[in-house]
C-alpha cells in the first residue's frame, strides 16, 4: 500500500524557515521513474505546485518561489524534505506531497502526474 | 507559465445526470494534463492523467477527453459521492507545473 505523510510545525512566525518531512510507505525513490513533489493549497482556494525531486536527484521548482525553497531526499529513511525560507502570511496553507510518476518520455523529457497524496499538513503563519 | 482556466466556476446537477467540465489550456500541452478530485476537507485524488486514461480504481462514469488545448472531464451518471471541487493540471511544460483554479460541482 502506497501512503504519504507530511509532517511539520502546527504554527510558524512571519521570516522563519518552514521545514516539512515527508515519509514515504510502500514504495522508494530509488525506483526509476518516479518522484515526490509537494503542492500547498491556501484556505478556500486552488492548488499551486512547489518542487518536485526524482529518483536520479533531479530537482524542480516553482520559478516565482525558487529562490526560497530547497527540496531533498534521505533514500535510507525513504523521506523527502522541503524547507521554505523567509515566511509570510500569505504562505498559510494545507501542504501535501505527492508522488510523481512518469508517465512517458519525450526527447529530452519526461512527463509525470501526481497519483498518490498525502493527507496535507496545515500551517499557519502568524506572529 | 501555462495558465490553466477551468469553466465553470460552479456548475448544479441533479443526481443521475451527465456533467460535463472544461478545462482551456493557454498553450498546447499535448495530452499530458490531469484532473483530480477534491471533497472538503480531503486530500486531491487522480482521476484521469494523459488527458484520457482512468487511474487504478476510477469508476468507468469518469471519462476524459482532448488534446492541445481543449479538455473536458465528463461524469456521465453524477452519484452523490462525486459531488465535489475538481481541478485539472498540465504536465506538458515545467517548471511549473499548473493546476486550474477548480469547478465546484454542487447538487441541484
Known amino acids: 500500500q502506497i501512503t504519504l505523510k507530511e509532517s511539520g510545525p502546527t504554527l510558524v512566525k512571519p521570516t522563519q524557515t518552514l521545514t516539512l518531512t515527508c515519509t514515504l510507505s510502500?514504495?522508494?525513490?530509488?525506483?526509476?521513474?518516479?518522484?515526490v513533489g509537494w503542492i500547498r493549497q491556501p484556505p478556500g482556494q486552488a492548488l499551486e505546485w512547489l518542487a518536485l525531486i526524482y529518483w536520479d536527484d533531479d530537482k524542480l521548482y516553482s520559478p516565482s518561489l525558487k529562490s526560497r525553497l530547497t527540496i531533498t531526499k534521505d533514500t535510507s529513511r525513504n523521506q523527502v524534505v522541503l524547507t521554505m525560507t523567509n515566511m509570510d502570511p500569505v504562505d498559510t496553507a494545507t501542504y501535501y506531497c505527492a508522488r510523481a510518476l512518469v508517465g512517458s518520455c519525450g526527447i529530452g523529457a519526461c512527463y509525470s502526474f501526481f497519483d498518490y497524496w498525502g493527507q496535507g499538513t496545515l500551517v499557519p503563519v502568524s506572529s | 507559465e501555462i495558465v490553466m482556466t477551468q469553466s465553470p466556476a460552479t456548475l448544479s446537477v441533479s443526481p443521475g445526470e451527465r456533467a460535463t467540465l472544461s478545462c482551456r489550456a493557454s498553450q498546447s500541452v499535448s495530452s499530458n494534463l490531469a484532473w483530480y478530485q477534491q471533497k472538503p476537507g480531503q486530500t486531491p485524488r487522480l482521476l484521469i492523467y494523459?488527458?484520457?486514461t482512468r487511474a487504478t480504481g476510477i469508476p468507468v462514469r469518469f471519462s476524459g477527453s482532448g488534446s492541445g488545448t481543449e479538455f473536458t472531464l465528463t461524469i456521465s451518471s453524477l452519484q452523490s459521492e462525486d459531488f465535489a471541487v475538481y481541478y485539472c493540471q498540465q504536465y506538458n511544460n515545467w517548471p511549473p507545473y499548473t493546476f486550474g483554479q477548480g469547478t465546484k460541482l454542487e447538487i441541484k
Open positions: 510502500g514504495f522508494s525513490l530509488t525506483t526509476s521513474g518516479v518522484g
Open positions: 494523459r488527458a484520457s
